[in-house]
């Protein structure tokens, strides 16, 4: 059990400077070994507006951003007036006094006011540097822990900048010492660091480790932040990263850098995948494997682009006309995310399919901490059947004739083989000339859609491509049902909400008595019917959670098993689920009240 | 399932020595669908010469196509080929050239392919001067689906999508691809083949975007842009005494349009780095595509550091 779990809201306008705070905290707790979820409501703004930043840290896990506020920052009275009322007896909030008021706190709430006009000496940008150094105070953080933070985010102004914040900084966490009442609990240092990322960097650098040699990208919220982390590192690490002119150029491109031989991937949001979806099927009929992320975000159309929905899992599914073979999978973490994709790239390569990635506003804008440890930049490399020009390979084509393939039948890019998989010439290579096809073909690439068109033809090769996919479940891991068989009620879940769901099944047990398991569902495509199927026939009651409207999930694990749930808890709001809604829903649903529960969400920013 | 290893830094392979290039080394298997007499036939057969002439080998050379008649040229060619979506050859071509810098990469296509669907590439690929051909055999229509206006229809055009005369204006290829960024603008004329293959040279050997704009007759649905059209009226602009460096002068004859259309190279600058030259990725290390997996333990503790 964790000791401690507490939680900090920063609050205030875009341009007030938020994420810096935002950003020493983390590192601080981070650095203490602590485990830590940030998670930031914001608006599509540059300024104004309502931006409220929540980062709980525990010496326990930390999987979504909890229930419970304990610390407020409000930098303007928006935030005062918003959030105040969410506080609980043991909770304090820190403002400046000379320009938010107050209103009345719950009973045991400590008001922690601060002059900051004087404790500043009428610097405006010092503000949010004394309210971190009060609240670290508070939390019992020694001194020389924001010190060396400030030294840190400060070095490239200069020392004077620095010395300059460390003594407003000094005067805030000494203002603390003499004027509040410091918090039961103290945030402990563990003794070892953690990383702290965003799951957009995960995603990139699930990339990085991957092998990914080529990157090109549309900026599309939420999915920028892996367009930003690549193009900051390509030089250093030698990835072509291509910000090109529209999603369709986007995925066009990456199957041609992957038709020659890298591995390729882009990265979206849903807009941006629509956009991609004829391209998705083409990758499916040159069987190219191509890697593509969909960070999805509130839709239809433009949507709510900074809030976040599971609501693109159907749009992945039927992506691309026809019937092609792709591969689908929805990682549940920023550190799943991170070994998803080398994971999956490895299956894309095998397989010679498109590889669809389903992540979140919630994931990829998210922070969490993550042991460095378990950042593994030397994944398993697997590339199938490819045929290099260095003669890696090179069995089945045509050595006495270097031009050959086309002229002759000795090279076959989609030979009829017994398991879907034909070997794969890269440009380049003597004796394998072909043409690559988003036409039916045969199997030595030659069109059969125009005049050659041939129904045995045409069924040969449907059956080859979707013959691949036979073995690919056996490769993959089926989901696990965590918690006891004999539960009265399973939740399944699928992505992001593995996290709140498991702390809804926690606080079932400890506060409500409820005895629930779960299943997190990570791989859509292939779907473990079998595995899931078997684990949901023991279950009593079965209730899926999912950040959508229409439980688009509920009718995928329907259509795969036959399976209907008893119970929905849905939410669409843009915001993510909490504990705590989850676990009322369920009490609701357990005591027949509902089967269809949509959570209201409390924060309004 | 047997697995290949990633290969060691390499190049794109050198033919061995005894094979011996002839002219019917660029010849395919397949023979082309299109209708007989056609002006895709003569660009198809313009490049083969080019290509032989200029002494490259088919397994170095990639053609790349997007959707429509003339869009089948990939197969009818014995070089490596993509024939992808409608409209996207060009995003395709320059995937592939970045991920291998050492292949020789054509795109080719018609005008409704390059202008209208692919007008966003196209627009965005000259402006980046990738190093890559760009062929669009212009027939002023759309021929696959069996004869509607294109962006390059002449007004007042009857088509099948325009029975009472096309009102819109078209597009005019050369201006826009000289103000594009394209660094060598060309016009051929699928009438005059010697010509053409000059003009094709030309533009293969050029480094950076080269785009030759054919005219190329559809004998089976355009009836006011035929052989008998441009043969009278088309001048080579090097018997004009065209100086392909003068931007003015480029533009000019490119809007030149009634008795006398020019074709030849209007307008190539050598000054301007192609996107590969100026990418410094791709400096030294050889085709992305060959290069090692992953990264180095020093590269992985870095980005950690930065983490933490």
């Known amino acids: ?605 | 399932m047997s697995t290949v290893v990633d290969p060691s830094p390499g190049t794109v392979a050198a033919a061995p020595a005894s094979a011996e290039l002839n002219k019917d080394s660029f010849k395919n298997k397949v023979h082309p669908d299109w209708c007989p007499g056609c002006g895709d036939f003569s660009v198809l057969a313009a490049l083969q010469t080019a290509l032989f002439e200029l002494g490259l080998k088919p397994h170095q050379v990639v053609v790349i196509s997007g959707i429509g008649c003339s869009s089948n040229l990939p197969g009818f060619i014995n070089t490596y080929g993509m024939h992808t979506l409608h409209g996207r050859s060009l995003a395709v071509a320059t995937g592939v050239k970045l991920a291998n810098h050492e292949l020789k990469i054509i795109a080719t296509g018609g005008d409704g392919d390059g202008f209208g669907i692919g007008g966003n590439h196209f627009m965005h690929t000259m402006r980046r001067n990738v190093d890559l051909t760009y062929i669009v055999m212009d027939n002023q229509i759309y021929g696959l689906t069996t004869g509607q206006t294109s962006p390059t229809s002449r007004k007042g055009m009857k088509t099948k999508s325009t029975p009472h005369g096309n009102v819109e204006n078209p597009i005019n290829p050369i201006p826009l691809a000289i103000v594009g960024g394209a660094t060598y603008v060309a016009r051929g004329f699928s009438g005059k083949q010697k010509h053409l293959v000059e003009l094709l040279k030309g533009a293969i050997q050029h480094k950076g975007f080269s785009f030759v704009d054919v005219f190329s007759p559809c004998v089976t649905y355009n009836k006011d842009n035929t052989y008998q059209f441009f043969n009278p009226k088309v001048k080579a602009l090097e018997d004009l005494g065209h100086d392909p460096s003068d931007l003015h002068k480029a533009m000019d004859r490119g809007y030149q349009w009634g008795e006398e259309i020019p074709i030849g190279v209007f307008w190539k600058r050598t000054d301007l780095p192609s996107l590969e030259e100026s990418e410094p990725v791709l400096d030294e290390g050889g085709p992305l595509a060959f290069r090692q997996l992953g990264i180095s333990d020093e590269q992985a503790k870095a980005l950690i550091a930065e983490l933490l």
Request: charged share 20%; hydrophobic share 40%.
């Open chain 1, 1 to 605: 059990m964790a000791k401690v779990d507490f939680a900090i809201g920063i609050g205030g306008e875009a341009g007030q400077g938020i994420a810096t705070p935002g950003d020493i905290l983390a590192r601080i707790f981070a650095r203490r070994g602590l485990n830590l979820n940030a998670y930031n409501a914001y608006q599509s703004l540059t300024r104004g507006g309502h931006t409220f930043l929540t980062i709980r840290a525990s010496d326990g896990p930390v999987r979504n951003m909890g229930d419970k506020l304990d610390i407020l920052i409000p930098l303007n009275q928006d935030t005062m007036d918003r959030h105040l009322r969410l506080l609980g007896a043991g909770a304090c909030v820190l403002f400046d006094s000379d320009k938010i008021k107050p209103g009345t706190p719950a009973e045991g709430v400590q008001l922690c006011p601060l002059p900051i006009k004087q404790l500043t000496a009428g610097n405006k940008l010092a503000a949010n540097t004394v309210a971190i150094a009060a609240t670290l105070q508070m939390l019992g953080v020694e001194f020389k822990a924001l010190e060396d933070a400030l030294a840190r985010i400060f070095k490239r102004k200069g020392d004077a900048v620095v010395a300059e914040n460390v003594g407003f900084a000094r005067t805030g966490y000494d203002y603390a010492t003499s004027n509040f009442k410091a918090f039961p609990f103290k945030a402990p240092n563990l003794g070892k660091g953690n990383a702290v990322l965003t799951g957009n960097m995960a995603i990139a650098l699930g990339g990085i480790a991957a092998g990914v040699k080529f990157y090109a990208a549309y900026p599309m919220s939420p999915s920028t932040g892996v367009l930003m982390y690549m193009a900051s590192h390509a030089r250093q690490l030698g990835i072509m990263v291509r910000q090109v002119e529209d999603e369709i150029g986007v995925m066009n491109m990456v199957i041609g850098a992957a038709h020659a031989g890298c591995r390729a991937m882009c990265a979206t949001s849903g807009g941006g995948f629509a956009l991609m979806t004829e391209a998705v099927g083409m990758a499916g009929m040159l069987e190219t494997p191509v890697v593509c992320v969909d960070v999805q975000r509130a839709g239809p159309a433009t949507g709510v682009p900074t809030k976040t929905e599971q609501g693109d899992l159907w749009q992945m599914l039927g992506a691309g006309q026809g019937d092609f073979p792709r591969l689908i999978v929805a990682p549940t973490s920023a550190l799943d995310a991170f070994k998803t994709i080398p994971e999956l790239f490895n299956l894309c390569d095998q397989y010679q399919c498109p590889g669809l990635v389903l992540s979140d506003l919630l994931i990829s804008e998210g922070t969490t901490s993550i042991d460095p440890k378990d950042l593994n930049f030397k994944p398993k490399i697997e590339r199938g059947e490819v045929i290099w020009p260095n003669g890696n390979g090179n069995g089945n084509g045509n050595g006495a004739n270097p031009f050959g393939g086309a002229t002759d039948n000795s090279y076959l890019r989609y030979k009829n083989t017994e398991s879907g998989i034909s070997p794969r010439a890269v440009p380049g290579v003597p004796g394998h000339i072909h043409v690559a096809a988003s036409d039916e073909h045969d199997e030595d690439g030659t069109l059969i859609s125009d005049e050659f068109t041939n129904p045995t033809k045409r069924r040969i090769m449907v059956e080859k491509r979707a013959r691949k996919m036979e073995t690919v479940l056996s490769q993959i891991a089926p989901p696990n049902l965590v918690g006891p068989e004999t539960a009265e009620v399973t939740l399944v879940g699928w992505g992001s909400t593995e996290g709140v769901i498991r702390e809804a099944v926690e606080k079932l047990a400890a506060e409500e008595g409820i005895v629930a398991n779960q299943i997190a569902v990570r791989w859509i495509v292939p779907f473990h019917a079998d595995e899931i199927s078997h684990m949901l026939t023991r279950s009593k009651r079965i209730i899926i959670v999912e950040n959508n409207q229409s439980g688009q999930f509920a009718r995928y694990l329907r259509s795969e098993t036959g399976i209907a749930a008893h119970g929905h808890i849905r939410k669409y709001d843009g915001e993510p689920f909490m504990p705590h809604h989850i676990v009322n829903a369920v009490k609701d649903q357990l005591s027949g009240k509902t089967e269809l529960s949509v959570p209201e969400h409390e924060i309004f920013v």
